[in-house]
């Protein structure tokens, strides 16, 4: 099986005696609450997502992630994992010390064995991962609010929050013990913000031509207005799968974690965090993370080239559409019809049709996947 990232597999959850000690610990130690986001980046860290990361970065990998892509030991890591906080938090903190991290409940998550406290320039950090410092791309202006001092350190998961979805929460650990009881030597995944249509049926399936499994790990956590609800996501693939998939050949598990909409830095994040669950190839698609016209199309395919030695393989895909004299999904290489012939795959359209109570055509979505959407009253993030 692809080794992980780094060659190691993180697990930093204490149980047993370790985990009854940090708890008596934590009623004697400073607490912070954590933001959602913040909640998901901990587990993440510290079950193997983020792997080789322990922890939330430092100045010296913070500085080598913005500038050259790459951590300190020269890892390939393309977006941060920081934990910020106020000034007046910082300065109550001791370097070498630790400190509570808490659910918003209080109730202790992780333990923080502080290793840094640092400033940052939050105008560079926008540029050097969204390649603009415009507050109306979603993650620049989720940057430029950053609180300004950033907290370094390894982290130790006390215990794991509940999750509203566990029937879908799989850990790397997990995801990999899984595909060797399929039997699967190569794997690819399927990142994903949105409900399933027609066309990416099409790249899933084509790329499981090539290889034994397909994993689809829809992305579960903060997304901008417009964006699909969580729920519906899940809902609509779970009847996508049990209807159009062979049962041995596809699995779907949860990615806990915020869209940063950081277009290529953002692919390369994914290709790492997708070999970390164990795969062996990523599906690469058109704007792949992006958002409104910040990146080019095709930027976030680019970008693999500047890193050979990430260890898992971009299958690139690029547009599609249906055509009506082919009758199939065809993309610029098998078709020789004019696009006057061709159905695109448009989000904006789909998803106005369901807003009015249509189902969209069989060429574009699956019926059973549409009702499955229109069954819910707001499937869209307001």
């Not at 008596?24 to 130690?29: G, I, K, Q, T």
């Not at 939050?122 to 001092?149: F, N, Q, S, W």
């Not at 049926?201 to 034994?212: G, I, N, R, W």
């Amino acid at each position: 099986m692809i080794a992980p990232h780094g060659g190691k597999l993180v697990e930093r959850v204490l149980s047993g005696d370790k985990k009854s000690e940090a708890l008596d610990r934590a009623r004697s130690l400073p607490v912070i609450r954590l933001e959602d986001d913040a909640v998901s980046d901990v587990e993440n860290l510290a079950t193997g997502v983020y792997s080789p990361l322990e922890g939330f970065l430092g100045p010296e990998d913070l500085l080598g992630v913005l500038r050259h892509g790459r951590l300190a030991g020269d890892a390939a890591w393309t977006v941060p994992i920081v934990l910020d906080v106020d000034e007046a938090t910082a300065a109550g903190l001791r370097e070498g010390g630790d400190v509570v991290l808490a659910l918003k409940t209080g109730e202790p998550l992780a333990l923080l064995r502080l290793e840094s406290k640092h400033r940052f320039d939050r105008g560079e950090m926008a540029l050097r991962i969204y390649g603009t410092t415009d507050d109306k791309h979603p993650g620049v202006a989720r940057t430029l609010g950053l609180k300004p001092v950033l907290l370094g350190g390894r982290v130790d998961l006390i215990q794991a929050p509940a999750h509203p979805h566990a029937r879908w929460h799989l850990t790397p650990r997990e995801t990999r013990i899984l595909f060797k009881e399929k039997g699967w030597r190569t794997v690819v995944g399927f990142q994903t913000r949105n409900t399933p249509h027609v066309g990416h049926e099409y790249v899933q399936k084509t790329a499981l031509t090539f290889t034994d499994g397909l994993f689809i790990n829809p992305v579960i956590g903060r997304k901008k207005k417009g964006d699909y609800k969580d729920e519906v996501i899940l809902a609509a693939y779970d009847e996508l799968i049990k209807n159009y998939y062979l049962k041995n050949r596809a699995v779907m598990a949860i990615l806990k974690m915020e869209m940063r909409y950081a277009g290529p830095k953002e692919a390369i994040h994914h290709a790492i965090v997708r070999k970390n669950f164990g795969c062996t190839h990523i599906i690469i698609g058109r704007d792949h993370a992006g958002v409104g016209s910040y990146y080019p199309p095709y930027a976030a395919q680019d970008i693999f080239e500047e890193f050979p030695d990430l260890g898992i393989v971009p299958l690139f895909f690029r547009s599609f559409s249906h055509c009506r004299k082919c009758h199939s999904v065809v993309n610029e290489k098998t078709c020789p019809h004019p696009e006057a012939d061709h159905i695109p795959f448009s989000g904006t359209k789909i998803r106005d049709m369901l807003l009015r109570g249509e189902i969209p055509p069989v060429e574009m979505m699956r019926p059973e996947v549409a009702r499955i959407i229109m069954d819910f009253k707001e499937p869209f993030n307001e």
